[in-house]
């Protein structure tokens, strides 16, 4: 709810700041390795959005996926959340590329 | 009759590429500054609810009578129940209702430590609201993320939530004297949380039996003098 709130927040400061009458689309990106579930945040941006500049607004969700980096092999690969081990060496040392994002990326409106 | 069409007004786009988090990152850096210039060591306990979290501490804090000055932020959706069992422990407590929210954020923990003597502490606990998903999140400005699992959740709990998993630095598994009871197998849970965390330190604990915390207690000590040292 509280990520919900927020997004709504920002959302509309960017609207009065750029005098748009109304928000019809919000674009997020929620990475598949984030703390957040889209299906929830949803449902609370129906709750959070009425009365808002963003009452009738869409959301659009992109999940951008895990993207790892080995450190053996030096090569990037397709994560596996439940196994975010690297498995061509099964390398224990990695970094997250990607799959970590929690960003409004852009708003649309009249 | 002649129809005049209403021009439509197009439709502009805004780039904005805003963390979601920024604000509470933000204040959760704020809350690390300060307390690491107090030089107090911040745990913040990750659970699903009924893991065993306030008993853990209830015993941590005995245990640690006269050897460090502890205290608890205490973060539930209702009721001060957990924030009078650890009081009864005489350590200070901080009991921070969330309501409808199912995670603590950093403004609430800047606020709790308002309430707080942070430069007579060695060891402040955050205990969050149970659950696996959300506070994983929410940074709050601690040190290290502790979290925990009592044995009757079944061995695979990292990998059905890995992120609370892949960013804890300790895992606690709870109430071990179970063990004989049930049908888990203490290496495949420890294969599991392996999969989303090989760094991981993992700790059996018992709050009911004597002794049954230590491996816990002295996790906590070498943590605190490496704190202390640096």
């Known amino acids: ?110 | 009759m002649e129809h005049i069409e209403k021009k439509q007004q197009p439709v502009r786009t805004i780039i904005l590429d805003t963390p979601i988090l920024d604000e509470n990152n933000r204040v959760a850096a704020e809350n690390r500054t300060l307390l690491q210039a107090s030089g107090v060591l911040v745990l913040n306990l990750i659970s699903s609810p009924g893991s065993g979290k306030t008993t853990l501490l209830v015993e941590t804090l005995q245990a640690l009578q006269g050897e460090l000055c502890c205290a608890v932020i205490e973060g539930d959706q209702q009721t001060d129940r957990d924030a009078r069992r650890i009081a009864a422990t005489g350590v200070p407590v901080v009991q921070i209702n969330t309501r409808q929210s199912c995670h603590l954020d950093a403004f609430q923990v800047q606020r709790a430590l308002q309430e707080l003597q942070l430069q007579e502490l060695d060891v402040l606990f955050i205990e969050n609201v149970g659950n696996l998903v959300c506070p994983a999140e929410f940074d709050l400005g601690e040190a290290e993320k502790v979290v925990l699992m009592s044995i009757t959740e079944g061995e695979d709990k990292s990998v059905k939530y890995p992120l609370a998993f892949h960013l804890a630095s300790v895992f606690v598994l709870t109430k071990m004297d179970l063990l004989p009871y049930l049908r888990f197998d203490l290496e495949t849970c420890k294969a599991f949380a392996h999969q989303v965390n090989p760094d991981q330190d993992i700790l059996q604990t018992s709050s009911f039996r004597p002794d049954g915390i230590e491996p816990w207690l002295n996790w906590l000590r070498v943590k605190l003098t490496n704190l202390k040292n640096e």
């Open chain 1, 1 to 110: 709810m509280s990520i919900a709130e927020y997004i709504v927040r920002a959302a509309c400061e960017a609207a009065r700041q750029n005098r748009l009458a109304k928000i019809t689309r919000i674009t997020l990106e929620i990475g598949r390795f984030s703390g957040v579930e889209p299906g929830a945040l949803e449902l609370a941006f129906g709750y959070v959005r009425k009365g808002t500049l963003a009452e009738q607004a869409q959301l659009e969700i992109l999940s951008p996926p895990l993207l790892l980096f080995c450190k053996r092999c030096e090569m990037e690969y397709a994560g596996d959340p439940e196994d975010l081990r690297c498995p061509t060496c099964l390398g224990e040392e990695f970094d997250i590329l990607a799959g970590r994002e929690l960003l409004v990326k852009s708003i649309a409106g009249i």
